[in-house]
C-alpha cells in the first residue's frame, strides 16, 4: 500500500466535492492528504456559488517543500484556481512538484491554475468545459493560451504524471487514473 501525502492546493470557494471526493479515494490507497493554502486561515468552502462551512488550512505555501509530498491535488471552484494563480510561490510549487515527475491531479476549474503554471504548455489536459452553462468559467481559453492541448471529450486524460478531469460527474475514472499513477510510481 502506498505511504506519503499529497498536498491540496486550495483558496477560499473551492468546489465541496472536488476536495472531499478525491480525497477519501487518494486516502483508501493509505495516501495522506494535507490542505496548503496561501495563509494559515481558514478557508470558505463551497458547494456550486454557495458558501456551505470552512476548512482548516494544515500548512501555507511558505511552509510547504514540494520534496515533502507525492505530489499535488488542485480541486476547482468558482475563485479558489484563480486565487491561487494569483501567488507565484504557488506557481513555483506546482512546477517544482511536476519537475521532479511527481504526481499533479487537477479537476474542473482546477486545470486553470495548471495552466497558468506553464506546466500545460504542450500536454494534454481537460477541464470545466459547460460552456453553454457557465461560459465565464470554462478554463479551455486559458489552457491553449498557456499552450496546452485541451481535451473536451474525455472524462479523465492522463499526459505522464499530469491527470486531469473535466468535473466530479467524471469522479470514477478520475480516480482510477491517480490509483493507477500512484501504483505504477511504487514500482
Not at 499530469?162 to 514500482?187: C, G, N, T, V
Request: aromatic share 8%; with cysteine; net charge negative.
Amino acid at each position: 500500500m502506498a505511504q506519503g501525502t499529497i498536498a491540496v492546493l486550495a483558496a477560499d470557494a473551492f468546489q465541496d466535492s472536488e476536495y472531499f471526493l478525491p480525497k477519501v479515494e487518494i486516502e483508501k490507497l493509505g495516501v495522506r492528504t494535507e490542505v496548503v493554502s496561501l495563509a494559515p486561515d481558514p478557508i470558505e468552502i463551497y458547494s456550486f456559488f454557495d458558501r456551505i462551512g470552512y476548512l482548516d488550512v494544515q500548512r501555507t505555501i511558505g511552509q510547504a517543500d514540494p520534496d515533502d509530498y507525492l505530489g499535488v491535488l488542485i480541486p476547482g471552484g468558482a475563485k479558489s484556481p484563480a486565487l491561487l494563480a494569483e501567488s507565484v510561490d504557488v506557481l513555483r510549487f506546482i512546477q517544482a512538484i511536476d519537475g521532479a515527475s511527481k504526481l499533479v491531479a487537477s479537476i474542473c476549474r482546477g486545470s486553470l491554475l495548471v495552466a497558468k503554471s506553464g506546466i500545460a504548455k504542450g500536454r494534454r489536459i481537460t477541464g470545466f468545459h459547460l460552456d453553454d452553462q457557465f461560459p465565464e468559467l470554462v478554463v479551455r481559453p486559458a489552457v491553449e493560451a498557456c499552450g496546452g492541448i485541451w481535451v473536451e471529450d474525455q472524462p479523465a486524460v492522463v499526459d505522464g504524471n499530469l491527470i486531469s478531469s473535466r468535473h466530479p460527474d467524471d469522479m470514477a475514472q478520475f480516480a482510477a487514473a491517480i490509483q493507477k499513477w500512484i501504483d505504477d510510481s511504487e514500482r
